[in-house]
């Protein structure tokens, strides 16, 4: 008899031969010429796995741009957290490299270890740090995560982890802070409040920083700029150059796609499912 025990291969994540969800055998793909997804956050309780599994069966392109933030090592870290359906997103778009389609990885500030890869190519995905995109209709568009204007936005760069876990510690923090206050007769003070004025600036923050981004992108001279990071959506123009983000799959599960006559559009996966759903029913109740 052996004297190595055999260890049962099934359900060992990391020795799976397929994913644990397998892609849905007949799917209706919508096609599209490009798309970026980025900030996906994989490890970590706030990544929408799920509805990012549902977007990646129901799409298809010719290029896949991963626009950083797809593993979240600081997280990881920490604490190791890895679901099945973490397993599953990399699985498709593993699949989806070998299939054809030109994957390319722009890693981001969570995933920045990856950036030492920067030109190598692993089962068909590309790393990089930046990309130049041309679009159907002749448009150079640069492509990069967007933490690389951290330092021209220094002054509220705290503000890049809102929407982390970073806010709830603040809010513990608050907690504490006044406990200590309170003990040393000092009145209440509300950190949370201070920072909540702060989030109300969120908005001042985020036209700032796709100013800040498509003013460097026309100083490049291209026609636009594709980024992420701050985890909002958008397609706009700013002083002649055309700024969009992909968002991100922790709240808003959005992707940018572009279609095959070069047209831009964002899509808002949680809609595209209402309407999916909706059409469904639609098509039940006429049967
Ligand atoms: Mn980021």
């Known amino acids: 008899m052996n004297a190595i ?47 990012l599994i549902d977007f990646l069966d129901h799409t298809d392109s010719d290029t896949m741009y991963l626009v950083g933030d797809i593993i979240d090592g600081w997280r990881m870290k920490k604490r190791f957290y890895w ?34 890869f920067t030109g190598l190519n692993f089962g068909g995905v590309e790393i990089r740090r930046k990309a130049i995109h041309e ?17 021209i936005m220094l002054a509220h760069r705290w503000l890049a982890f809102v929407g982390d876990a970073a806010y709830g510690l603040l809010m513990r923090l608050n907690t504490v802070v006044n406990a200590v206050r309170q003990r040393m007769g000092l009145p209440y003070w509300s950190l949370s409040k201070t920072a909540k004025h702060k989030v109300k600036n969120a908005v001042e923050f985020i036209s700032r920083f796709e100013e800040v981004v498509a003013h460097e992108a026309g100083t490049r001279g291209v026609d636009g700029v594709v980024c992420g990071h701050i985890h909002t959506a958008e397609i706009r123009s700013i002083g002649g150059v055309e700024y969009f983000n992909d968002g991100d799959w922790v709240e808003g599960c959005t992707a940018l796609v572009e279609h095959f006559d070069g047209r831009m559009e964002v899509l808002h996966w949680a809609d595209e499912i209402a309407a999916r759903d909706a059409a469904a029913h639609e098509l039940a109740a006429a049967a």
């Open 5 to 51: 025990t055999r260890i049962p291969l099934e359900g060992d994540l990391f020795h799976a031969s397929g994913p644990y969800h397998p892609e849905p055998a007949v799917t209706e793909r919508r096609r599209f010429r490009t798309i970026w997804i980025s900030d996906i956050h994989l490890g970590t309780r706030g990544c929408n796995a799920k509805l």
């Open 83 to 116: 679901p099945a359906t973490h397993n599953d997103v990399v699985w498709r778009v593993m699949k989806r490299a070998k299939r054809g389609t030109r994957v390319v990885y722009i890693p981001g500030n969570h995933d920045e270890m990856f950036r030492q």
């Open 135 to 151: 679009t159907a209709d002749g448009r150079k568009l640069l492509v990069l995560h967007g933490d690389e204007f951290d330092t």
